[in-house]
Nanobody, 125 residues
Framework: QVQLVESGGGLVQTGESLRLSCAASGRTFSNNAMGWFRRAQGKEREFVATISWSGGTTYASSVKDRFTISRDKAKNTLYLQMNSLKPEDTAVYYC???????????????????WGQGTQVTVSS
């Protein structure tokens, strides 16, 4: 059974950093594009960042130059390094993987087949 498990969330102050991890099990995701999404309280889930099978990345404009998505194929793990955090970054962060063979980036939630349960990130002002 495919499973994505996020970790690394927590409570930080404005300007601090956090690193989220997403451990995949059940199968390898080395040939899938993967991504991070987030849902703030009272808002719809939105795109944050995506990485292709070859390492190409795309970011939402709100996080570009502050967040970095990366992956370790040997560990079957996805990461999101978040720097210079702001209160508006407060949300539940979700890891997602596209279907096997879907190797290209996508910022569309409908393109992702597998989802984690999320990890809470809270940034205090």
């Amino acid at each position: 059974q495919v499973q994505l498990v996020e970790s690394g969330g927590g409570l930080v102050q404005t300007g601090e950093s956090l690193r989220l991890s997403c451990a995949a099990s059940g199968r390898t995701f080395s040939n899938n594009a993967m991504g991070w999404f987030r849902r703030a309280q009272g808002k719809e889930r939105e795109f944050v960042a995506t990485i292709s099978w070859s390492g190409g990345t795309t970011y939402a404009s709100s996080v570009k130059d502050r967040f970095t998505i990366s992956r370790d194929k040997a560990k079957n793990t996805l990461y999101l390094q978040m720097n210079s955090l702001k209160p508006e970054d407060t949300a539940v962060y979700y890891c997602a993987a596209r279907t096997e063979g879907d190797i290209y980036n996508s910022n569309r939630q409908l393109d992702y087949r597998h989802w984690g349960q999320g990890t809470q990130v809270t940034v205090s002002s």
